[in-house]
């Protein structure tokens, strides 16, 4: 039986799209474009903006901003038909997994697309999904939420390359010997503040571990807890939705070694779209290949696109090789289908940088030409984020215009989010195309 809360979410959601529908098949009867149609759906829904929007930039290439499907595109018919699923309907999920190192991690660039998506229309926020307490890792944590803990605890990341230690889809973990400890998770600032959720996948260790439980300060709150040790979780089911995430680790029993924490994914019930992002600052692909429980882990996101921005570190590796670099990918999108067996995956090419400042990194070309004979082969996509920038040297221009850091490699705030806009604008054309095709009589 629904919540009142599913009910009038989805309410919501149909509203909004069966006008944007209504405004689709008139475009469609009268052969207009489908960015005519999305112009109208920013029109439509409350206070949206233009899904096509794109940063008025005199540098970029306009002409490049746009997903290239050039082998087998069944895996992205599979994931359009899902968010026509969401737009269309107001029924069902959608999952977006972003993996990179420092562009990811800060989590500038993917929070503009996570916003753009959960904004397309009203209500298909449908919640934060997978997050790590980056701050417990003594490293720099996304700014929409706040993790406060209590504890000694050490880390380890994929880019440390004499540590063997298990990891997963953050590329991080800790670990506490503490007897007891707390973790509170809560959001912060206009965009984040919305966030709630009522059910909790703990990714950890097993053996030997700690107990994990998780509380509330509201003695209405219920929460069942159930342990998936095969997944490598411990699940928490809330009666209610709830915005902030409390946590006890505690040794229970004497043959209780430790607590190491993986990840934590925040899951609601509501129809909407997901956008988890994953970042290391300053992993490459072999980064990425150390992490052991990387497929398992996705396999519990379940994603339906996954988006691949790794290779602005193996690009500034002085041994760099365009076909291990292949290799290393390979094994990726492997890893990726063994999880998720229908998703799509989406590559982008390298921001545009330099190295120590001075001199162009002449890799970014290369690391384009391995996406596109991996688009090719294995059925992915490709946005040309090195082409899209300017190109060579491109990267000095952005500077100028305030949109990257002195170092040239590193975008600012408002570059991440202008590079955000970019792939968003670029993704929405690509449905656009999926819409006309599919109503093509």
Request: glycine share 8%; proline share 3%.
């Amino acid at each position: 039986m629904k919540s009142g809360r599913e009910i009038a979410c989805e309410s919501t959601v149909i509203s909004a799209v069966q006008r944007i529908a209504l405004a689709l098949s008139h475009s469609c009867t009268l052969a207009l474009s489908f960015t005519l149609s999305l112009f109208l759906l920013s029109s439509l829904a409350t206070a949206q903006e233009n899904p096509l929007r794109i940063p008025e930039l005199s540098f970029i290439d306009g002409t490049a901003n746009k997903i290239v499907l050039a082998g087998d595109k069944a895996a992205w018919t599979r994931y359009h038909n899902k968010v026509d699923k969401l737009l269309l309907e107001g029924t069902g999920q959608v999952h977006i997994a972003h993996f990179g190192g420092s562009h990811i991690q800060a989590d500038m660039w993917s929070m503009e697309l996570r916003h753009r998506f959960q904004n397309v229309v009203p209500g298909v926020n449908g919640g934060r999904g997978f997050i790590f307490p980056y701050t417990m890792a003594k490293t720099n944590n996304p700014y929409g939420y706040n993790p406060e803990y209590t504890g000694t605890w050490t880390s380890n990341k994929n880019t440390t390359r004499a540590d063997t230690a298990a990891l997963g889809i953050s590329g991080y973990s800790v670990t506490t010997k503490d007897t007891l400890t707390t973790l509170k998770i809560s959001f912060r600032g206009e965009v984040y503040s919305g966030y709630q959720f009522n059910r909790v996948k703990v990714l950890h260790r097993m053996d030997s571990s700690y107990t994990v439980t998780a509380y509330s300060n509201d003695v209405q709150v219920n929460i069942e807890r159930n342990m998936h040790v095969a997944k490598g979780y411990t699940e928490f089911e809330y009666d209610r939705y709830v915005d902030t995430l409390y946590l006890r680790f505690q040794k229970t029993l004497p043959e209780q070694k430790s607590f190491t924490l993986y990840g934590i994914t925040l899951e609601s019930d509501d129809p909407g779209f997901f956008y988890h992002a994953n970042g290391v600052n300053g992993a490459s692909t072999t980064s990425w290949l150390r992490c052991q429980h990387f497929t398992q882990e996705l396999s519990v996101i379940k994603p339906d696109l996954v988006v691949f921005s790794i290779g602005i570190n193996d690009a500034h590796d002085p041994d760099f090789s365009a076909d291990r670099y292949e290799r290393n990918y390979e094994q990726l999108i492997a890893r990726t289908l063994q999880a998720s067996p229908d998703a799509a995956i989406l590559l982008t090419s390298n921001t545009d940088s330099y190295i120590k400042r001075k001199y162009p990194n002449k890799n970014g070309a290369a690391v384009r030409d391995v996406m596109m004979r991996l688009a090719a082969k294995h059925g992915c996509a490709v946005w040309d984020t090195f082409g899209v920038m300017g190109g060579q040297t491109s990267i000095a221009r952005w500077e100028e215009a305030g949109l990257a850091k002195k170092d040239r490699v590193h975008l600012t705030r408002p570059g991440y989010v202008a590079l955000g806009d970019l792939l968003f604008s670029a993704m929405m054309e690509a449905y656009g195309d999926h819409v006309r095709t599919a109503n093509r009589p």
